[in-house]
T-cell receptor
Framework: DSGVTQTPKHLITATGQRVTLRCSPR?????VYWYQQSLDQGLQFLIQ???????AKGNILERFSAQQFPDLHSELNLSSLELGDSALYFC??????????????FGEGSWLTVV | DQQVKQNSPSLSVQEGRISILNCDYT??????FLWYKKYPAEGPTFLIS?????DKNEDGRFTVFLNKSAKHLSLHIVPSQPGDSAVYFC?????????????FGKGTHLIIQP
């Protein structure tokens, strides 16, 4: 158990809908990362937050948004869903940005299926 | 455009033999490389890393080799054990090993046969 909690574990929704994925980082970790793993693309970095502020942005679509709340949990919002958004979404956390990549901890992921 | 490539989606190795997983990259600015291991229904976990100033790093049964001129790295597992069966991801960093914006390969599914 990495200490990073993601909910829901599985989600099935229809095209055009909107979903919210939730992540609670490890106790004491201030930085949260979101990654997308699809069948043909591997793990893609989406976005990073540190202490409530956006710190780095990767290949995140405009239909997607994220935020980190004062209690440090984070939510990833996916809207106008398309079939191609079906993927495993990972949240990871670390104590602070700039930490070594050997000290980030991944959650178990949220499986999103768009039908 | 895949900057980190793992061209073998799967690899089957007999228990006790050596497993060699390969990874190629295109961005010469990457300066830190990592391997993550992932079991089903779990998130990736860090396995071993190497800085671009080195060409080898060893940790127990795991050794990572880096060939900068060829933009190639490999992970050797000796001897392979059944518990090594997992998906292995190669990752590269531009920030000296920082976690910001890691670039991952698509993964190689290693199967250790008894």
């Amino acid at each position: 158990d990495s200490g990073v909690t993601q909910t829901p574990k599985h989600l099935i929704t229809a095209t055009g809908q909107r979903v919210t994925l939730r992540c609670s980082p490890r106790s004491g970790d201030l930085s949260v990362y979101w990654y997308q793993q699809s069948l043909d693309q591997g793990l893609q970095f989406l976005i990073q937050y540190y202490n409530g502020e956006e710190r780095a942005k990767g290949n995140i679509l405009e239909r997607f948004s994220a935020q980190q709340f004062p209690d440090l949990h984070s939510e990833l919002n996916l809207s106008s869903l398309e079939l191609g958004d079906s993927a495993l979404y990972f949240c990871a956390s670390s104590v602070a940005p700039g930490q070594g990549a050997d000290t980030i901890y991944f959650g178990e992921g949220s499986w999103l299926t768009v039908v | 455009d895949q900057q980190v490539k793992q061209n073998s989606p799967s690899l089957s190795v007999q228990e006790g033999r050596i497993s060699i997983l390969n990874c190629d990259y295109t961005n010469s600015m990457f300066d830190y490389f990592l391997w993550y291991k992932k079991y089903p229904a779990e998130g990736p976990t860090f396995l071993i890393s190497i800085s671009s100033i080195k060409d080898k790093n060893e940790d127990g049964r795991f050794t990572v080799f880096l060939n900068k001129s060829a933009k190639h790295l490999s992970l050797h597992i000796v001897p392979s054990q059944p518990g090594d069966s997992a998906v292995y991801f190669c990752a590269a960093s531009l920030g000296g090993g920082g976690a910001d914006g890691l670039t991952f390969g698509k993964g190689t599914h290693l199967i250790i046969q008894p």
